[in-house]
């Protein structure tokens, strides 16, 4: 009895040792095999963000979820910080959540808001949704990253056509090309940054153009941070954006925006455009007619980057509206009748101004325009110098 005793306890002890053996072997091959992150994983090790985090550094393969990359973000960007007693709604997190004063603190820092990070996102509603638990993708990584650290996305200073060319030669994101933007609304992507496609608008004349002011925003992130060293496309042209991140990756990405940003503190001073009250904007850049379409008609911001001097104005509506413009904070009001000539544009000088707001009036109501009062379609058409919109934008096409 005591001898069989004796061997089921050898025999216990041998498959202990065994594995034992086995797993600090998995854990030798993993650390091998990601030793191109062992530099980056001491450098964050050493500033405090894998404090009680040991287990995971030691499988450096695992998955990164968005709670995980947050806590990361916060403990070694120590500026990205609010103030304790302010109350910031983090939708999807409630504050009895574990993760809330982390997300509280990275996400409510942000100058442009909080939805440009979410994880779930809906920008017809302006609706959207963190979730904590969601495993990133190399695709989840840059959005969220380019909506932290905006400096680095804007860093690229290109051409449209040198962006539409290098964007080309990535060869695992598709390119989606259309005609209208009436095409353009109906494609499920549109207006959509966490999906890893961009939207092209062909014209015969122009050639193509990014399709939205969102279709921009995955651009100057996919160029600024390939620019910068930090995300990038491998040798061969695959950015692998649907690619789940890993531990090691993420590492090593947060220590080289550490560097890029070594010289600054990191100390992120709102720009004009941060700055403007209206959460709704649109862009108008020199040399680049543009226009875009709502409904149901509500108030929205004209942004200028390019520092535009003046722009001209249509408007074609489904009842009449009319138009209150606000340019540094003096307003100036447009009739229907007096925007609805595609032919022969309103002139506004923006005098500098970074940005113009643009308050609808319907007409019939006599009532400032709002999500919730009107299902009005409407379309605004803009460009830097004198168009004829007719001939330019398809000013013809039904609403």
Partial sequence: MILKRWRRLLSFTLILSL?????????????????????SVDFLRSHGVFENMEHRTKTLGRMVTKSDLTLMV??????????SDKNIKIPGVPNAHSSYQIFKDVYGSMPGGLIAAADKINY????????????????????????????????VEVLESEEIARLREIKDLPKRYFNSYNQYEKWKYAYQP???EIGLMQDKKWGPSLASDLDYVKAYALLGFAEAGIMKPDAKGYFRPNQKVTLAETAVVLHRIYDFYEDSDH??????????????????????????????VADFA?????SVPE?????????????????????????????????????????????????????SKGQKATDDNNKIEVMYYYADTFQDFTQLLGYEADL
Avoid at 23 to 34: G, I, L, P, V
Avoid at 74 to 83: G, I, Y
Avoid at 302 to 306: A, I, K, Y
């Fill in 19 to 39: 594995c034992m053996t086995s797993m600090a072997s998995a854990a030798e091959t993993s650390q091998a095999k990601y030793g191109w992150a062992n530099e």
């Fill in 74 to 83: 916060h403990r070694l960007f120590t500026d990205l910080r609010v103030d």
């Fill in 124 to 155: 017809h509603d302006e609706t959207f949704k963190f979730i904590p638990e969601k495993v990133l993708t190399r695709w989840d990584l840059l959005i969220t990253l380019n909506a932290l650290f905006v400096d680095i996305g804007y860093s």
């Fill in 194 to 196: 966490l999906a890893p």
């Fill in 267 to 296: 100390v992120q001073e709102p720009s004009a455009d941060d700055l403007i009250p209206n959460g709704t904007r649109n862009f108008i850049y020199a040399g680049s007619p543009s226009g875009h379409g709502i409904s149901p």
């Fill in 302 to 306: 004209l942004v200028n980057p390019d």
């Fill in 311 to 363: 722009f001209y104005l249509a408007v074609k509506a489904s009842e009449k509206i009319d138009l209150q413009i606000n340019v540094n904070g003096e307003p100036s009001f447009y009739t229907y009748e007096q925007l609805s000539n595609p032919k022969q544009p309103v002139r506004i000088a923006l005098n500098g101004a970074s940005y113009a707001e643009f308050i609808p009036i319907i007409r």
